[in-house]
């Protein structure tokens, strides 16, 4: 077999998003001598990014001051914000929150600003490697020393083939891990540095979106609206958001809190129902529908904020859980702490300031003064709602007490406690069979590459999974993954080529017995404009 390469730089950032390139690109503004790589696993910048996405344009006007004059990717100015109760035949216009005005914001293709942000970088001297996922560190004396890549060309046995080029170890003096929401990396690095020992358990959200093209006299650039109540339940925690942007298009989605605890809930049908109210299904009936993808968000905000740091290297981004789940918003908290990354080690390539310049920065305190609005919803949306204008208009934000957060995969409820729910027929018009929606992924994967989805204890996906719960796993997954076979005795069979790596397997198992790795670089989503 080949032996591994090697190479060394200053810094090696993991992860092309928004946090990752904003760091490289701060990182050269101060210092241009440095050596700087951004290692990202889909096979384009951008390729595996998805998001609503409203962007408040504060970290960037930081960056790039005259990023608007370079027109590197369309904007939509935000018009109009609509914030609406669904019953299941109506419809209730309510006050729009504080934390959800969006004056001054615009609506984007994340992807689009990813791949403009790459190009800007590489044009500064930023090495940028995609197709390359991240496996594992190099550790000497419990000191991070670098990263791994994974090795590709491998069967599913572990055998190499034909094509194996083996993975490389990428050296550097500070290792910044911006892989977004519950990566593999970051969750390795917490376990060993303990460094969720002093917060509250990470709680997500589960998004789905679509991305459609809709008749021109339907279309009201730059209207924001978000919808909270049905089809969901009221102890269910979740809404929609419906984007008018760039030349007909809407971005139309829906999240659901991964602490649900109905077992037989099913989030990507939840959205597929959530369309066929009547305020939505006018949109969309004689439109057509473009793209598909889901991915996991943060959604434990301060109360979650792991350490930030580790021998070697820190966290910044979704990786660090910036997001603000009121504002609904997370590039420009992800883009500021990649920012305050670089500003922390660019002198010395030392991450020992950065934790204090997360708290001296506008982060902390637009964090911390919403921290109590989603916790508060475990309550039920109506005391939910209720607490979150006291806290809002009241406090002000400054409560003198923090709601706590808890771990989602332990909400779920045994199947036999809980009503089933039937979901209606699709129409394949406005609503649409899974893997027809999956095929619109663009998803690329070798099946005969290994399983990525590991399971810990094998036995569980039907001693516990299946007996207890109802095998779950086949409905929260959005993608087809799991799917249990009937054969002369039941067993879980996992379709890895399926995945869309949004994680929410590794998040919501009742065991915590399934562990999403990454597959071999460039496989998984291929997303446009999402």
């Known amino acids: 077999m080949k032996e591994r390469e090697s190479m060394e730089f200053d810094v090696v950032i993991v992860g092309g998003g928004p946090a990752g390139l904003s760091a490289a690109i701060r990182l050269i503004q101060l210092n241009k001598d440095l050596s700087i790589c951004v290692l990202e696993k889909a096979a384009e910048i951008g390729g595996q990014i998805l998001s609503g996405a409203v962007l408040e344009p504060r970290a960037l006007n930081e960056l790039i001051p005259d990023w608007q004059d370079q027109k590197g990717f369309i904007?939509?100015?935000?018009?109009?914000?609509?914030f609406i109760f669904l019953s299941q035949n109506k419809s209730f216009q309510l006050p729009t929150p504080e934390p959800m005005h969006n004056k001054g914001n615009y609506i984007i293709s994340l992807e689009k600003m990813c791949q403009w942000l790459s190009g800007y970088a590489e044009n500064l001297g930023v090495n940028i490697f995609p197709s390359f996922a991240v496996t594992d560190v190099i550790m000497e004396n419990n000191q991070v020393l670098g990263v791994i890549t994974g090795d590709k060309g491998i069967d599913r046995e572990g055998n190499p083939t034909q094509s194996y080029q083996p993975g490389m170890n990428l050296f550097a003096k500070q290792t910044i891990v911006a892989e977004g929401c519950r990566g593999s990396l970051t969750r390795k690095l917490m376990h060993h540095f303990q460094l969720n020992q002093n917060n509250d358990p990470q709680t997500y959200g589960l998004g789905i979106?679509?991305?459609?093209?809709?008749?021109?006299?339907?279309?009201?650039?730059?209207?924001?609206?978000?919808?909270?109540?049905?089809?969901?339940?009221?102890?269910?925690?979740?809404?929609?958001?419906?984007?008018?942007?760039?030349?007909?298009?809407?971005?139309?989605?829906?999240?659901?809190?991964?602490?649900y605890q109905n077992p037989y809930l099913n989030p990507y049908e939840e959205f597929q129902r959530f369309k066929t109210h009547e305020m939505i299904r006018p949109l969309l009936e004689k439109s057509k529908r473009i793209a598909y993808g889901a991915r996991a968000l943060n959604e434990g905000g301060f109360q979650s904020i792991p350490t930030l740091t580790f021998p070697g290297g820190l966290l910044v981004g979704c990786a660090a859980g910036f997001l603000n789940v009121p504002k609904i918003k997370g590039i420009h908290t992800a883009m500021k702490s990649g920012m305050v990354a670089a500003e922390s080690i660019y002198a010395t390539l030392n991450s020992s300031e950065y934790s204090a310049n997360i708290q001296k920065s506008w982060?902390?305190?637009?964090?911390?003064?919403?921290?109590?609005?989603?916790?508060?919803?475990?309550?039920?949306?109506?005391?939910?709602?209720?607490?979150?204008?006291?806290?809002?208009?009241?406090?002000?934000?400054n409560a003198p007490w923090t709601l706590r957060n808890h771990a989602d995969y332990l909400q779920l409820k045994p199947a036999d406690q809980c009503k089933k729910i039937e979901y209606p027929k699709h129409d394949n018009k406005i609503t649409f069979d899974l893997m027809n929606s999956v095929f619109l992924t663009n998803s690329f994967h070798d099946e005969n590459q290994p399983c990525h989805l590991k399971l810990t204890d094998p036995s569980l996906a039907i001693e516990v999974?299946?007996?207890?719960?109802?095998?779950?796993?086949?409905?929260?997954?959005?993608?087809g993954v799991y799917e249990i076979v009937h054969a002369e005795k039941p067993y879980l069979q996992i379709n890895a080529a399926n995945c869309i790596q949004c994680k929410a397997c590794d998040i919501k198992d009742p065991r915590q017995n399934i562990t999403w790795t990454p597959p071999e670089g460039g496989s998984g989503p291929q997303y446009t404009m999402m």
């Open 209 to 259: 979106k679509e991305l459609w093209e809709i008749p021109e006299d339907l279309h009201q650039a730059g209207l924001v609206t978000h919808t909270i109540g049905w089809p969901l339940d009221h102890k269910t925690y979740g809404g929609s958001f419906a984007y008018h942007f760039e030349k007909n298009l809407l971005s139309i989605g829906f999240v659901v809190g991964l602490d």
């Open 75 to 82: 904007t939509t100015p935000v018009s109009k914000d609509q």
């Open 465 to 479: 999974n299946y007996k207890i719960y109802a095998s779950p796993e086949s409905r929260y997954c959005p993608a």
């Open 363 to 397: 982060i902390w305190p637009e964090l911390k003064k919403v921290r109590n609005i989603r916790p508060a919803m475990n309550w039920g949306l109506l005391p939910g709602l209720i607490y979150a204008a006291f806290d809002t208009y009241i406090f002000r934000g």
